[in-house]
């Protein structure tokens, strides 16, 4: 569990934003569960993106997912814009957490957390975080708006 309010959408350092399809819809005409997943994804993608770029190019490669916490706290329906925030909440030796919100007309649809780990292509085994890989992390903890 995050020591930070990921409900608060003031932490958030990383935005971006989408538009609920009406494929993105449950039998209930609410955006299913699988759509969420992939707003956060999107979230995930332009933090690795924009944050993680190496010598080599993005940082998308060499990182698993090892867990995925979705918290469910209100429902979203078509037509709507939703915005995506996102920040490293917990740093550690070849992991970090990924604290993320999805919004919509300002209030919070969902909340997340997930857990991932460096690895190596070739073998698949974890890895130390890199120097240049941590203190990209760094650079996009939650802010602080007190």
């Known amino acids: 569990m995050s020591e930070f309010r ?7 350092p990383v935005w971006s934003a989408t538009t609920v399809r009406y494929s993105d819809l449950d039998p209930n005409s609410h955006v ?4 969420i997943g992939a707003f956060f994804e999107d979230g995930r993608v332009r933090l690795r993106t924009e944050h993680l ?4 190019g993005p940082a ?5 997912i090892a867990k995925t916490t979705i918290e469910y706290r209100a429902a979203l ?5 939703v ?27 969902a909340t997340a957390e997930i857990v991932t780990v460096r690895i190596d292509v070739a073998t698949g085994q974890s890895q130390p975080l890199e120097d240049h890989v941590r203190a990209a992390l760094e650079r996009v903890r ?5």
């Open 142 to 146: 939650p802010l602080d708006r007190r």
């Open 77 to 81: 329906s078509f037509p709507a814009t």
């Open 53 to 56: 770029e190496s010598e080599g």
């Open 83 to 109: 915005d995506i925030g996102s920040t490293i909440t917990r740093i550690g030796r070849s992991s970090y957490t990924l604290g993320q919100a999805v919004f919509s007309a300002g209030r919070c649809i």
């Open 6 to 12: 990921l409900d608060e959408p003031d932490i958030y």
């Open 60 to 64: 998308l490669s060499g990182f698993a």
């Open 32 to 35: 299913n569960n699988g759509a």
